[in-house]
């Protein structure tokens, strides 16, 4: 089936760095999309990318599609301690139902 | 103004008992959604619904059943509950097949 992976399981970051995420499949998606879930809620949509190539930014995030289709990345600037959350990548491939990466946990220290 | 909401949040209950999880979305979404969530986190699709029609069944036991009485609403019926049906449960809807909006969760517990 298809299979997103998203590595390492978590990241331990400095207030005020950048840090950068990756997710990828052995197959190709049409899809890539980037939750973010803080502790006790539901995922949260960050940003949604729909062609290969694509760079899309929303405030401090900015995620691209990568253009063999195969992966995706997401960056976060200048973190802040409220970025502390699992991420998750999520994508749709030929079987177009949304298929989820097991998520990366970012902690920020102060 | 909640978008996807579900009840209850929270839900201990006894091995053998049956239970029910309601969601509700007021985003005019034709789609909605099941998803478990177990201890690692991992985020699986159980169900899918379009229109008060099922459109993805996942390997879940039929224990688990779905029920959509309108298009705002999907819920979620388990009978006989196991120890391993502990888990998060999400509610989720969308209007395209990709971007989903997901509920706060409902985090069961079966003693």
């Known amino acids: 089936g298809q299979q997103l992976n998203q590595s390492p399981q978590s990241m331990f970051i400095q207030e005020g760095e950048d840090v950068s995420m990756n997710c990828t499949s052995s197959s190709i998606f049409n899809t890539w999309l980037w939750y973010k879930q803080d502790p006790g809620e539901g995922p949260v949509l960050l940003i949604a990318l729909y062609k290969a190539g694509e760079l899309t930014s929303n405030g401090r995030l900015t995620a691209q599609f990568g253009i063999t289709r195969k992966d995706s990345f997401l960056n976060i600037s200048a973190s802040i301690p409220s970025d502390v959350g699992i991420y998750f990548c999520a994508g749709t491939g030929s079987n177009s139902k949304l298929t989820f990466g097991k998520g990366i946990t970012l902690s920020v220290r102060p | 103004d909640t978008a996807v909401s579900q009840t209850p949040k929270y839900l201990v209950t006894q091995m053998g008992n049956d239970k029910s999880i309601k969601c509700e979305q007021n985003l005019g979404h034709d789609t909605m959604y099941w998803y478990k969530q177990d201890s690692k986190k991992f985020l699986k699709i159980m169900f899918s619904y379009n229109n008060k029609e099922l459109i993805i069944n996942e390997t879940v036991p039929n224990r688990f059943s779905p029920k959509s009485p309108d298009k705002a609403h999907l819920n979620l019926h388990i009978n006989s509950l196991e120890l391993g049906d502990s888990a998060v449960y999400f509610c989720?809807?969308?209007?395209?097949?990709?971007?989903?909006?997901f509920g706060p969760g409902t985090r069961l517990t079966v003693t």
């Open positions: 989720a809807s969308s209007q395209t097949r990709y971007e989903q909006y």
